[in-house]
């Protein structure tokens, strides 16, 4: 069974558009987060969400608007979309503040 | 600030050599220490932690020595494989926040 889950794994779009990426777990964990991986491969946190409150909002462009239905669920929706956006998009979830379990990742394409 | 610094690769080796990967840190407090490894087109798994200091972390013949004195938790394996060719991620953890080093890649050749 796949403990943290992302769809797609792969999105082609164009520039101005706006997508979503969803992300599962099934862990029972109850803090997910959002990491970008660039194209040297550095992963930085984009947020982090503990039982569905915003608990780090990093330095992201407000066109960065993550959603958590539930604990279970945080979902990223990216408005206008740029250039500078393509990436490897991970999520990841873990039980309070322990280890971090991540998705397969999603990479997003803008042309 | 909190932040990791790795040595810069690629690592190429042959199979059955030995494979040290360095890692140091700078962090306020004492923080978790962990080593993730990346293999192509995959997401990232943990590989090893250690959370306090002196903790030795190990998994699939790969060990890493919390060391405060020094600030470093370098990877080590004693021979590697073809198979263990895949980016490695040394981090640490204060907090909830997950700071990565840049990634070293390694290359084993058969």
């Known amino acids: 069974d796949t403990a943290v889950s992302q769809t797609p794994k792969y999105l082609v779009t164009q520039m101005g558009n706006d997508k979503s990426i969803k992300c599962e777990q099934n862990l029972g964990h109850d803090t997910m987060y959002w990491y970008k991986q660039d194209s040297k491969k550095f992963l930085k946190i984009m947020f982090s969400?503990?039982?569905?409150?915003?608990?780090i909002n990093e330095t992201v462009p407000n066109r960065f608007s993550p959603k958590s239905p539930d604990k279970a669920h945080l979902n990223l929706h990216i408005n206008s979309l740029e250039l500078g956006d393509s990436a490897v998009y991970f999520c990841?979830?873990?039980?309070?503040?322990?280890?971090?379990?991540f998705g397969p990742g999603t990479r997003l394409t803008v042309l | 600030g909190n932040s990791v610094t790795q040595m810069e690769g690629p690592v190429t080796l042959s199979e059955e050599a030995f494979l040290t990967i360095n890692c140091t840190y700078t962090a306020t407090g004492y923080p978790s220490l962990f080593w993730y490894v990346q293999y192509p087109g995959e997401g990232l798994q943990l590989l090893l932690k250690a959370t306090k200091a002196d903790d030795k972390g190990s998994n699939k013949g790969f060990e890493a020595t919390y060391r405060k004195e020094t600030t470093s938790f370098h990877l080590e394996k004693g021979s590697v494989q073809v198979s263990d060719s895949a980016v490695y991620f040394c981090?640490?953890?204060?907090?909830?926040?997950?700071?990565f080093g840049a990634g070293t890649i390694l290359r084993v050749k058969s």
């Open positions: 969400y503990n039982n569905k409150e915003l608990i």
């Open positions: 981090a640490l953890l204060y907090g909830n926040k997950l700071v």
């Open positions: 990841a979830s873990s039980r309070g503040y322990n280890e971090q379990f």
